[in-house]
């Protein structure tokens, strides 16, 4: 069923299972996922899978993140992890998905398009039901900043969940780039949803000497070149598709709060480590956030707007 006006703010599953392939863009390999229901308070789990045997399961939560230096891994053993969830993760965050089981067959999430696009399609796809459980939120109380050189970020008191997402790049294509809103499943889906990962030519040998990037083709990765241009032909679908990218990045790590926070988060030339860090650095100070279940004004709005996108 679809979600109803008396359900709102309650927590939220798909109605069907939805299965995805495409090619892992790290390993090269192709891989399969599907999104299964589950049931209130399971949270957002995925388990690697080798035939029909689970070798591994991880709970999407801060504390089971490990390597952050070119994407999000959950697990700390590549025999066992699972990589590339960020894409995945922003979609599931957006749209108000709270439980959810993932099969995944490979090391790593299919890359699809480099964005989130093709995972908001196969979540409206099937749909989200609601369940009778209410959902929690986590209401920022004072700021929590960490810092890396210039690099920053930063948790806010603010009503609502918004993120502020600003990007400075030696590279005359990019240079310094902002991008500001409220997170709902619309400005998602229209602003955010179809930025794509991108990547300098000059990186390219070096992330293949070190086994990485093996996937990445001018299908899922807006490249560019020694001489500052974009290589692929249909050139970017948004002016700013940069900074846009990097915020969906931000969505799909703090979605590893494990539930919605209330609050603004803001970072300047930040990334997956840096998202990751802000976020333990939040969670590691028990005065700086409270676990409430009424969600703010601004937020119930974006949920009555998803109760129209999400409904099968």
Same mark, same amino acid.
């Given at each position: 069923?679809? @979600?109803?006006?008396?359900?709102?703010?309650?927590?939220?599953?798909?109605?069907?299972?939805?299965?995805?392939?495409?090619?892992?863009?790290?390993?090269?390999?192709?891989?399969?996922?599907?999104?299964?229901?589950?049931?209130?308070?399971? *949270?957002?789990?995925?388990?690697?899978?080798?035939?029909?045997?689970?070798?591994?399961?991880?709970?999407?939560?801060?504390?089971? $993140?490990?390597? =952050?230096?070119?994407?999000?891994?959950?697990?700390?053993?590549?025999?066992?992890?699972?990589?590339?969830?960020?894409? $995945?993760?922003?979609?599931?965050?957006?749209?108000?998905?709270? /439980?959810?089981?993932?099969?995944?067959?490979?090391?790593?999430?299919?890359?699809?398009?480099?964005?989130?696009?093709?995972?908001?399609?196969?979540?409206?796809?099937?749909?989200?039901?609601?369940?009778? $459980?209410?959902?929690?939120?986590?209401?920022?109380? !004072?700021?929590?900043?960490?810092?890396?050189?210039?690099?920053?970020?930063?948790? =806010?008191?603010?009503?609502?969940?918004?993120?502020?997402?600003?990007?400075?790049?030696?590279?005359?294509? @990019?240079?310094?780039?902002?991008?500001?809103?409220?997170? =709902?499943?619309?400005?998602? !889906?229209?602003?955010?949803?179809?930025?794509?990962?991108?990547?300098?030519?000059?990186?390219?040998?070096?992330?293949?000497?070190?086994?990485?990037?093996?996937?990445?083709?001018?299908? /899922?990765?807006?490249? @560019?070149?020694?001489?500052?241009?974009?290589?692929?032909?249909?050139?970017?679908?948004?002016?700013?598709?940069?900074?846009?990218? !990097?915020?969906?990045?931000?969505?799909?790590?703090?979605?590893?709060?494990?539930?919605?926070?209330?609050?603004?988060?803001?970072?300047?030339?930040?990334?997956? !480590?840096? /998202?990751?860090?802000?976020?333990?650095?939040?969670?590691?100070?028990? =005065?700086?956030?409270?676990?409430?279940?009424?969600?703010?004004?601004?937020?119930?709005?974006?949920?009555?707007? *998803?109760?129209?996108? /999400?409904?099968?």
């Amino acid at each position: 069923m679809g @979600i109803g006006i008396g359900l709102l703010g309650f927590q939220t599953t798909i109605a069907n299972s939805v299965t995805l392939s495409g090619t892992g863009v790290h390993s090269g390999a192709e891989v399969a996922i599907t999104f299964h229901p589950a049931e209130a308070d399971s *949270g957002i789990v995925f388990q690697r899978m080798d035939g029909d045997r689970a070798i591994s399961e991880f709970r999407a939560v801060s504390s089971q $993140v490990g390597n =952050t230096d070119l994407c999000t891994v959950l697990g700390f053993s590549p025999a066992t992890s699972i990589a590339t969830i960020e894409h $995945v993760m922003a979609a599931i965050y957006a749209l108000s998905l709270d /439980n959810l089981l993932i099969e995944v067959h490979g090391a790593e999430m299919p890359i699809m398009d480099g964005s989130s696009a093709p995972f908001i399609e196969a979540i409206e796809q099937t749909g989200l039901r609601a369940l009778a $459980v209410k959902r929690r939120y986590i209401r920022i109380l !004072k700021p929590v900043r960490i810092e890396s050189g210039s690099s920053w970020s930063e948790f =806010t008191p603010y009503d609502g969940m918004r993120f502020e997402v600003a990007i400075d790049f030696d590279c005359p294509l @990019i240079g310094r780039q902002d991008w500001k809103g409220d997170l =709902t499943p619309s400005v998602f !889906k229209t602003e955010l949803s179809r930025a794509r990962t991108f990547g300098f030519m000059r990186d390219v040998e070096r992330m293949w000497a070190a086994g990485r990037g093996l996937g990445s083709s001018l299908e /899922n990765s807006v490249v @560019i070149s020694d001489d500052d241009t974009v290589i692929n032909v249909e050139g970017l679908r948004y002016k700013d598709e940069f900074v846009r990218h !990097k915020t969906l990045d931000a969505v799909g790590d703090l979605a590893l709060a494990g539930m919605p926070f209330i609050g603004c988060y803001r970072s300047y030339r930040g990334g997956h !480590k840096m /998202n990751a860090n802000a976020l333990k650095a939040l969670m590691s100070d028990p =005065t700086a956030y409270e676990i409430v279940e009424t969600a703010t004004r601004r937020q119930r709005a974006a949920q009555r707007e *998803g109760m129209a996108v /999400n409904a099968p």
